[in-house]
């Protein structure tokens, strides 16, 4: 009996099930719009070219919160997420180049498109695990820039497709690059919300209890299939909307970037490292790479990759949980010491 | 509740310094100091980094000539060049995105990053800030078929690159040669490049025999050889980078593959990497160049071409420049004679003065159409005579006879 | 019009001989990746920098005392070998019982490192290691020829993965490495020394990369851009034979080969990576074990 | 007697060449407990796992309140109204206590709209009261096997399927649990219990199933099957056949 009274006196006073949620840290939506006017206001105060750097920094947030749903919170390691990216971008390209359709029904288009696309190979390849998931979905990523990059005629193969943005061909104007920035900004918010409320709903119950483990999430009466299928296509299609967006910013599109696994692992650094399963993590992630990245391009010109690469392994191996769980156990446990960290995973 | 807080104006400290911090640079760039700024976003990292790097080698010639001769004159003043670089990390939205940030720092005069891709992609943005771009080896027609008028390409169009071979052989070759083939990449550029050599080829009267694409940047191009094998083309031509130009060579050596007259292959064998690797097997091979050493032409800065490969090598460790390197000095020389010719920086007067350039230089003759391209500059085709390239074609920068067929010069 | 006929048999002959050399090649290579993946959990994404590391090593032993590739497979692999032991004891081994994001992330920063250490150690120029025999053919009936070089270099792909074999299964090492494979807990109670056979087990991996590396650089061409796309070879042979199966791997090196020279072949040339990728995802959707039969480590695939 | 509310005829699993589960009926009736006992390997985890869908049997049939569920995903045999818990705690390791039982009150067959006091009784039930903010790996081994159970419990199901969830408890430690258990039995629910320690299983089954080799050794009430010689042969070998009861 006395072991059962032995609970930690730190934790005694907390109510049953009371609101302190050990696992999700807080974003309550007050901040989120306090974040928003943030971001939009500082528009004002930004050089075109510092524009452009918080927009692509606005587009990987939106890309880290979208594959945080089905990396983070269902432990799925998608590999291939930047095939959905792809996906996106050229459908918006194809659809308005070829089929002169408005942007803005493009981008839904786009998105929807992805989805679904997600649904359908999510249904043999979701029974995979692990590294086998990882890879199978970097096939299916690889192999659709194989197919675009043949598809010439649609897609205009390796020579890119170059949006028609100005005059009687252009379907919808080009919308600058202040249009760009408070599109990517708004779309950034949108999916870190998205994200947030299907993390607080019972789909994220069923989500993270998959992603600890999927035998006893069954046993809880999850339809596991229906449940990560979900996750899949709602990450899919939100990549897929961003990539639409990116590829009316660029006008002109090439399968290289549009299908590049660098982007992938970009989205996974970023989640990874600012705390996957979390809402807040890949805003954080996504922001401090960014700038990292941008940073030691503009000081390290010829050794940024370099220098990168150090960084992340050094984060890695001191922060293999995240910034924002390392944060709360710091907070909780007044527990502040990286090498306890590193002991956490070795051998 | 404090978590909260602590994190939103986390978030709002951020991104607020996102706005100051770049600040104090801004408008700074191309002050009147007695400098003249250019910027460059170049290729340092990623897959394109070998022939970034080259171009800013040949960048930098132009950079240590100008001012060892005392700088940019501009209106009765000399001005010291600068050339401000920044990686595009080989990726096209990058390299757009620095060139915002160089018009956030006032340097309105840019010189272009390497391959078609990333200059696309410079291109439309400096069409839309007003900056003069002068491109030094974004080659593809698909450029200049947008109708920007602020880029200016000082090099021979991607369609002239196979065809000037094709030409070549036509005049040159004896026994004649009636059949050729076509191995060529599948990125935009090097289509563009086969495309052009197969009109030139039909016009010529040739039969074209095979038409196979490859992945751009494999190594093993076996299965195109093999379809073409049985169709014992005269000719193989390859439309390629250096990667898939050593591997046609290599295995077509392995593969029994023997072209009655040899092969010919834009961009790789220029280069000493081809030569090096191949060893003995690169011997007659055909290559496209945009320059070599005996290009006809000079100019006040650096003299004639040959001039030019000393100066190069006495910078480089007795190193040769290759055309890429020529290229990248040919586009920077392109905007200090138009810096001169305008008598300021402004870049509505500069783009004036490059719309209106003819000037003949190390490089060839300097001379922009209305689209922006340099068409009145030939391609030259070189030949691996003894372990080096040697210019063959044209008659005016020629240094030794064709040897064919091509196949036979190895022995 | 026979003639023709003649030609298309011989062209697939042809095609059929030099898909299973350049298959043993990517068996080779993907031998060691597939044995820290079924041994560590570990999908070691600078496997292509290592490759790498073993064709450079090679060529500068070549350029150096003009030895010939396929002997410098021995220092490039006891060199790589020194490289991954240190890297697994000291740095993998550290995050190794960590989630899979984070060893691929640590990984992947590794091939960032290695890779730009290569461009500032050898630039990024192409490179090829010039041998007497590059060119000289076996010419078959049909006129189908089997290159030399790449004739040896199978062999030799053939004859590390026996070696490689008879070591896991008849050494104490090996049967060492295969015990912590299967149960980490169990070699501990063995008092098999976890650390260190995992460091042994990297090593080994790497030692082969380093002998697949030199045997790369003799038949091909190799630059640091490269990386990548050897890792990924790496990873669609692994896959299609089965995980931690070292027979495994060299058979998904061959169909890999195979399925590339075919399709080159029957399709345009352009879709033959869209084929590869098709034949990765469908054997996984199918026979996530691998064609190879039987994974040696099945467990992992459900949980 | 009542009819039983899961009823399992003739199942059978085979691994390879190895039958682990032998042609074994099961019937569970409201308000019984079934002690399923047996050395290791006899085939209690595998007859636990047939039953809740974690194994598709080779033969047999598995029929919930008259409805066929042979071989339906766990899921489906959770909204069926059979609960399981596992051996070996599988508790969602990212989450605390009350969003562990979270789950199952949002995703069992009987969906709670206000889940938060309903996972207040549930925890309060097990004796987990006030623990509900804690992570599980700060809980003990007594109080994991309480998470565990209250887990099946807030499903709210017909059918309880307990895996060894004495295991690792003190002597102390099993008077209350098995307490709880003869509650819940009470109650109405239909208990299945694979019991290792056979003298705690004797003290709440109704009846008594021997499994040995995957096969039904022997069944009955409590006290017949603890006197049979075939079971204490199973358990302690054939020399101690003779000598009388286990303890």
């Known amino acids: 009996m006395t072991h059962l009274d032995a609970a930690p006196a730190e934790t005694a006073g907390v109510p049953a099930t009371g609101r302190r949620r050990y696992w999700l840290p807080v974003l309550r939506w007050e901040g989120g719009a306090v974040a928003l006017l943030a971001a939009l206001a500082l528009q004002t105060r930004l050089y075109t070219g510092q524009e452009r750097t918080v927009t692509t920094i606005a587009m990987f947030v939106a890309l880290a919160a979208a594959w945080n749903l089905i990396g983070g919170y269902a432990g799925y390691a998608c590999f291939g997420q930047v095939g959905f990216f792809g996906l996106g971008g050229y459908t918006a390209a194809v659809l308005m180049t070829h089929g002169h359709l408005s942007f803005w029904l493009a981008l839904p288009l786009a998105a929807a498109l992805a989805g679904a696309f997600a649904a359908l190979i999510g249904w043999p390849l979701l029974r995979l695990k692990g590294h086998y998931f990882a890879v199978a979905t970097l096939g299916v990523s690889e192999g659709l820039r194989e197919v675009v990059i043949n598809a010439g005629t649609l897609t205009g193969g390796g020579a890119g497709i170059t949006i028609p943005t100005a005059g009687a061909g252009a379907p919808t104007a080009w919308l600058g690059n202040d249009g760009f920035y408070v599109l990517m900004v708004l779309i950034a918010f949108a999916t870190v919300a998205l994200v947030a409320i299907i993390a607080r709903s019972r789909t994220g119950y069923a989500l993270r209890a998959i992603n600890q483990d999927e035998d006893a999430a069954a046993s809880m009466g999850i339809n596991t299939t229906v449940a990560k299928t979900i996750a899949f296509a709602g990450s899919a299609a939100l990549t897929g909307a961003v990539g639409a967006a990116y590829a009316f910013q660029q006008v002109t599109i090439f399968p290289e970037r549009l299908f590049d696994v660098d982007v992938t692992v970009l989205m996974v650094v970023m989640v990874v490292l600012g705390g996957a399963g979390t809402v807040l993590g890949p805003v954080l992630g996504a922001v401090a790479v960014a700038f990292a990245s941008e940073w030691l391009r503009q000081r390290f010109t010829d050794v940024h990759s370099f220098v990168l690469g150090a960084l992340i392994i050094v984060a890695v191996v001191l922060l293999p949980q995240g910034v924002t769980a390392y944060a709360r156990d710091a907070v909780r446990e007044r527990r502040l010491s990286l090498l306890e960290n590193v002991r956490r995973y070795r051998l | 509740m404090r978590t909260r807080m602590f994190l939103t104006v986390g978030v709002v400290a951020v991104l607020s310094a996102a706005a100051c911090g770049s600040k104090g640079e801004a408008g700074g760039g191309a002050a009147d100091n007695g400098t003249l700024v250019i910027g460059a976003s170049l290729s340092l990292t990623g897959k394109l980094a070998r022939e970034g790097i080259l171009t800013r080698e040949g960048y930098d010639v132009c950079q240590s000539v100008v001012n060892d001769k005392g700088g940019v004159p501009v209106a009765g003043s000399r001005r010291q060049l600068v050339i401000r670089y920044q990686d595009d990390t080989s990726q096209p939205d990058t390299a757009g995105q620095l060139v915002d940030q160089f018009n956030d720092k006032g340097v309105k005069l840019l010189l272009g990053p390497y391959g078609s891709a990333t200059t696309e992609a410079a291109a439309a943005v400096v069409e839309r800030n007003g900056q003069v771009m002068a491109d030094s080896s974004g080659a593809d027609d698909a450029i200049f078929a947008k109708g920007y008028r602020q880029t200016f390409a000082v090099l021979s169009p991607a369609t002239e690159y196979a065809a000037s071979m094709v030409q070549a052989i036509v005049d040159l070759a004896d026994p004649k040669v009636r059949t050729v083939a076509f191995i060529s990449a599948d990125d935009g550029f090097s289509k563009t490049v086969t495309r052009g050599g197969i009109a030139k080829a039909e016009q010529l009267g040739l039969t074209v025999v095979g038409e196979e694409y490859v992945p751009n940047g494999t190594t093993d191009v076996s299965g195109a050889l093999t379809k073409i094998k049985p169709r014992r083309p005269d000719v193989i031509i390859g439309s390629v980078h250096l990667a898939e130009g050593i591997a046609i060579v290599k295995q077509a050596k392995e593969l029994g593959v023997a072209p009655s007259g040899g092969f010919a292959e834009t961009v790789a064998p220029p280069t000493p990497d081809f030569t090096q690797a191949l060893g003995a097997t690169a011997e007659g091979v055909l290559g496209s160049t945009q320059w070599t050493p005996t290009t006809a032409g000079s100019d006040k800065w650096f003299g004639f071409a040959g001039d030019y490969a000393n100066t190069f090598a006495a910078k480089f460790n007795g190193r040769q420049p290759e055309y890429h390197g020529a290229e990248a000095t040919a586009a920077c020389l392109a905007l200090v004679l138009a810096v001169e010719k305008a008598g300021s920086t402004d870049p509505v007067k500069v783009r004036g003065a490059l719309a209106g350039l003819d000037e003949q230089t190390f490089f060839g003759p300097l001379k922009f159409d209305s689209s922006g391209q340099n068409r009145t500059k030939a391609m030259q085709v070189v030949q691996i005579q003894g372990g080096k390239p040697v210019c063959v074609w044209p008659a005016n920068a020629s240094e030794a006879a064709l040897r064919w067929p091509a196949t036979k010069a190895a022995a | 019009m026979a003639g023709d006929e003649g030609g298309g048999v011989n062209q697939l002959a042809q095609a059929t001989v030099y898909g299973l050399l350049q298959g043993c090649l990517f068996g080779l290579v993907a031998v060691g990746f597939s044995l820290v993946w079924g041994v560590l959990n570990v999908v070691n994404l600078a496997h292509g920098a290592f490759v790498l590391g073993g064709a450079y090593l090679a060529w500068e032993l070549h350029d150096a005392f003009g030895l010939d590739p396929f002997v410098s497979m021995l220092p490039a692999a006891v060199v790589l070998f020194g490289l991954g032991y240190a890297i697994q004891r000291w740095l993998v081994n550290l995050v190794v019982n960590a989630p899979i994001f984070i060893t691929l992330l640590l990984t992947f920063g590794l091939q960032l490192l290695a890779v730009n250490t290569l461009i500032l150690l050898f630039t990024a120029n192409y490179r090829s290691i010039p041998t007497g025999y590059t060119g000289i053919s076996l010419v078959l009936a049909g006129d189908v020829r089997v290159p030399l070089g790449r004739l040896i270099a199978a062999a030799l792909a053939i004859g590390l993965t026996a070696a490689l074999v008879y070591l896991t299964r008849r050494t104490r090492t090996g049967l060492a490495i295969l015990a912590t494979g299967m149960d980490r807990g169990a070699a501990r109670l063995m008092s098999i020394k976890a650390a260190h056979v995992y460091a042994l087990t990297f090593g080994l991996a790497a030692a082969l990369a380093g002998a697949a590396g030199a045997a790369v650089g003799a038949v091909g061409t190799f630059s640091p851009a490269d990386a990548g796309r050897l890792t990924l070879f790496s990873f669609v042979a692994a896959v299609l034979g089965g995980l931690g199966n070292m027979w495994g791997a060299l058979l998904g090196g061959l169909v890999l080969g195979l399925v590339e020279s075919w399709g080159g072949q029957l399709l345009p040339g352009t879709l033959v990576n869209a084929v590869a990728f098709a034949a990765l995802v469908i054997v996984l959707a199918i026979r996530p074990q691998g064609l190879a039969g039987r994974a040696f480590y099945a467990s992992r695939l459900e949980a | ?247």
Not at chain 4, 79 to 90: L, N, S, Y
């Open chain 4, 1 to 247: 007697m009542s009819e039983a509310v899961l009823s399992a005829g003739k199942l059978s699993v085979r691994f390879g060449g190895l039958r682990a589960v032998d042609d074994v009926d099961v019937e569970l009736y409201p308000g019984k407990l079934l002690g399923v006992i047996g050395p290791n390997g006899a085939g209690k985890s595998t007859l636990i796992n047939l039953l809740s869908g974690h194994l598709r049997p080779t033969a047999g049939r598995v029929l919930m309140a008259g409805r066929d569920v042979t071989g339906a995903r766990p899921w489906r045999i959770t909204h069926a109204g059979v609960a399981r818990t596992f051996q070996i705690v599988k508790p969602f390791r990212g989450m605390t206590v009350a969003d562990n039982v979270t789950v199952a009150a949002l995703h069992g067959p009987h969906r709670q709209r206000r889940p938060h006091r309903f996972v207040e009784a549930v925890l309060d039930r097990v004796g987990l009261a006030g623990k509900g903010a804690l992570a599980p790996s700060e809980l003990s081994i007594a109080d994991a096997r309480r998470l565990e159970l209250a887990k099946a419990l807030a499903l709210r199901p017909q059918v309880l399927l307990l895996d060894e969830v004495l295991a690792g408890l003190r002597p102390a430690e099993i008077g209350p649990a098995l307490r709880l258990i003869g509650g819940l039995r009470d109650e109405g629910l239909a208990i299945l219990m694979v019991e290792h320690v056979i003298q705690a299983i004797t003290a709440v089954s109704d009846e008594v199933l021997v499994l040995h080799h995957g096969e039904v050794l022997t069944r009955g009430a409590p006290g017949t099957v603890l006197s049979d010689s075939r079971v204490v042969e199973a358990y302690l070998g054939s020399r101690y056949a003779k000598g009388g009861n286990p303890r």
